[in-house]
Nanobody, 125 residues
């Protein structure tokens, strides 16, 4: 099994920055984890893909709404940590952010097999 734990959420003002962390534990290799993504969800809406990282390579993907403001990257020392650096935050970025891992594919679209519990980000003046 794979466990994912997010942290780093909080209340910030528009224009601020925040960095979220996702710590993956368990055997990623034997579980064939090829992709890890960040999703976000607001009340009454479906969870939406935000950004993600090829876990066996270096490719990244971003939703159009965050392209150029958010950066997803892995820790250079502990490769089981995935960060989401969020800059120039907007009110509409407010959501619960989830980390999720996908088996057997390096493509960001499709079924994700393991999910964290989420961390809340509130952007408000």
């Amino acid at each position: 099994q794979v466990q994912l734990a997010e942290s780093g959420g909080g209340l910030v003002r528009p224009g601020s920055s925040l960095r979220l962390s996702c710590v993956a534990s368990g055997d990623m290799r034997s579980n064939n984890i090829y992709y890890v993504g960040w999703f976000r969800q607001t009340p009454g809406k479906e969870r939406e893909f935000t950004a993600g990282h090829n876990w066996i390579g270096s490719g990244t993907n971003y939703a159009a709404s965050v392209q150029g403001r958010f950066t997803v990257y892995r820790d250079s020392v502990n490769r089981n940590i995935l960060y989401l650096q969020m800059n120039n935050l907007r009110v509409e970025d407010s959501a619960v952010y989830f980390c999720a891992a996908r088996r057997g594919s390096t493509w960001y679209q499709g079924t994700y097999h393991f999910w964290g519990h989420g961390t809340e980000v509130v952007v408000s003046s």
